[in-house]
C-alpha cells in the first residue's frame, strides 16, 4: 500500500504538455525529503528520470522537468513524444517508516 | 559502464526455496546501499529493502520483514535476495537498484522474474 498517491493516467496528442501529480503528506515529500522519478516502459527495467525534485541525470532530456510543493510533486513532459508512452513512479523517503523508501502509485502515459 | 547483472528468471513450486542474485560491475561495490524493488504482474513498484554491502548493514520494509532475507557477498560483488519457502503470491519480476545520492536508484538491473506455481 503506497502512501504516494499518482493519477492513473494521463493523455496528450505529440507536442502538447502534460503534467502529474505525486501527494504524499508531511512524514515524506512535506518533510523535505527529495522526490524522485522513473520511466518505465512495458517490458523493461525503470529508468531514473528525475531526481532530487528537480535534476535530470546525463541523457535525459530537458523536455522533463519535476518540482516539488508542500506535500506534492509533479512532473512535466512538454513537446510530447510517442517514445514518451510510459508508465512513470515517483519515490521519496518516509522517516516514519523503518524500511524507509516509498514509490508512488504510477501515472500511465498515454500519446494519442 | 556501471551495470547490475541479476540471475535469470526462475519457475519454482510452492514451498521451495530460492536465492536469486545481483552483480555489481563498473563501480565500487562496498560503497553503495543496493536495494531491492518488487512488481508484480501488472502492477507498479514495492521497495523491498536495501543492504550496504560494505558491512551488510541492511533494512527492511515492514510489508517484506521475515518474509525474505537480503544478503551480500562483497568478495565477489553480488548482492542475493532468498526466500524459504516460496508462496504462489511471490510471483512478480523483481528488480536490484543502486542507491544513489539523494536517496534515488540510479542504476537498475534487468530484472528477474520469478514464478511460483504448482
Known amino acids: 500500500q503506497s502512501v504516494l498517491t499518482q493519477p492513473p493516467s494521463v493523455s496528450g496528442a505529440p507536442g502538447q504538455r502534460v503534467t502529474m501529480s505525486c501527494t504524499g503528506s508531511?512524514?515524506?515529500?512535506?518533510?523535505?525529503?527529495?522526490v524522485h522519478w522513473y520511466k518505465q516502459v512495458p517490458g523493461t527495467a525503470p529508468k531514473l528520470l528525475i531526481y532530487?525534485?528537480?535534476n535530470r541525470p546525463p541523457g535525459v532530456p530537458d523536455r522533463f522537468s519535476g518540482s516539488r510543493s508542500g506535500t506534492s510533486a509533479s512532473l512535466a513532459i512538454t513537446g510530447l513524444q510517442a517514445e514518451d508512452e510510459a508508465d512513470y513512479y515517483c519515490?521519496?523517503?518516509?522517516?516514519?517508516?523503518?524500511?524507509?523508501?516509498?514509490f508512488g502509485t504510477g501515472t500511465k502515459v498515454t500519446v494519442l | 559502464e556501471v551495470q547490475l547483472v541479476q540471475s535469470g528468471a526462475e519457475v519454482k513450486k510452492p514451498g521451495e526455496s530460492l536465492k536469486i542474485s545481483c552483480k555489481n560491475f563498473g563501480y565500487s561495490f562496498t560503497t553503495y546501499w543496493i536495494g531491492w524493488v518488487r512488481q508484480m504482474p501488472g502492477k507498479g513498484l514495492e521497495w523491498m529493502g536495501i543492504?550496504?554491502?560494505?558491512?551488510?548493514?541492511?533494512r527492511y520494509s515492514p510489508s517484506f520483514q521475515g518474509q525474505v532475507t537480503i544478503s551480500a557477498d562483497k568478495s565477489i560483488g553480488t548482492a542475493y535476495l532468498q526466500w524459504s519457502s516460496l508462496k504462489a503470491s511471490d510471483t512478480a519480476m523483481y528488480y536490484c537498484v543502486r542507491r544513489y545520492s539523494w536517496d534515488a536508484f540510479d542504476v537498475w538491473g534487468q530484472g528477474t522474474m520469478v514464478t511460483v506455481s504448482s
Open positions: 543492504i550496504y554491502p560494505g558491512d551488510s548493514d541492511t
Open positions: 508531511n512524514s515524506n515529500i512535506g518533510a523535505g525529503n527529495g
Open positions: 519515490q521519496s523517503y518516509d522517516s516514519r517508516l523503518s524500511g524507509p523508501y516509498v
Open positions: 532530487d525534485n528537480s
